[in-house]
T-cell receptor, first 114, second 118 residues
Framework: DTEVTQTPKHLVMGMTNKKSLKCEQH?????MYWYKQKAKKPPELMFV???????INESVPSRFSPECPNSSLLNLHLHALQPEDSALYLC?????????????FGEGSWLTVV | AQKVTQAQTEISVVEKEDVTLDCVYE???????LFWYKQPPSGELVFLIR??????QNEISGRYSWNFQKSTSSFNFTITASQVVDSAVYFC???????????????FGKGTKLSVKP
């Protein structure tokens, strides 16, 4: 079983809605990530948090707003999304935010924008 | 430039057959890390194995084995006596040491969809 838990598992939202995806890990990891995965494609990195500070934003549109309230929690706030934003959103964590650290993924949140 | 190639898009086998998933990578770094992940239809990316560029020892874990060949830049994955539960998309990924670390920049291959039929 994964030690990175994500909620909700499925989310359907309208283009004018505001919703949030939540992620939690209790492995003592100090790096947390959001990835986006479209159907039949590999995951793409969106954001990296290192010690609760945003360290990488891969040119993600501002309608996606990440937040890291503490070392165990990571949120992704969603507002005014487009249908093309429908995808699987994967949260992940690793001991540190540097290469060589194994990244562990959660089960993902399936997002549909209507 | 860094790149991971999984030439096999889909593989279909019958249960109990052995199957090898191919992965070829490109990197200019002398220190790098290679990973295999499994993604069943539920969506979760499950970590399977990590290999460091300076550790060419191959590994067997139950029905799984990995063959890391630096000379050919390959990191292949074999399932022995496949089972229906092995059906999933398998991703090979590369992380380079780079300048100050890659910070989560896993470079994924496009994935190989494995279907194991009873």
């Amino acid at each position: 079983d994964t030690e990175v838990t994500q909620t909700p598992k499925h989310l359907v939202m309208g283009m004018t809605n505001k919703k949030s995806l939540k992620c939690e890990q209790h492995m003592g990891h100090r790096a947390m990530y959001w990835y986006k995965q479209k159907a039949k494609k590999p995951p793409e990195l969106m954001f990296v948090y290192s010690y609760e500070k945003l360290s990488i934003n891969e040119s993600v549109p501002s309608r996606f707003s990440p937040e890291c309230p503490n070392s165990s929690l990571l949120n992704l706030h969603l507002h005014a999304l487009q249908p093309e934003d429908s995808a699987l959103y994967l949260c992940a964590s690793s001991l540190r935010a540097s290469s060589g650290n194994t990244i562990y993924f959660g089960e993902g949140s399936w997002l549909t924008v209507v | 430039a860094q790149k991971v190639t999984q030439a096999q898009t889909e593989i279909s086998v019958v249960e109990k057959e052995d199957v090898t998933l191919d992965c070829v990578y490109e990197t200019r770094d002398t220190t790098y890390y290679l990973f295999w992940y499994k993604q069943p239809p539920s969506g979760e990316l499950v970590f399977l194995i990590r290999r460091n560029s300076f550790d060419e020892q191959n590994e067997i874990s139950g029905r799984y084995s990995w063959n890391f060949q630096k000379s050919t830049s390959s990191f292949n994955f074999t399932i022995t006596a496949s089972q229906v539960v092995d059906s999933a998309v398998y991703f090979c990924a590369l992380s380079e040491a780079g300048y100050g670390g890659s910070q989560g920049n896993l470079i994924f291959g496009k994935g190989t969809k494995l279907s194991v039929k009873p």
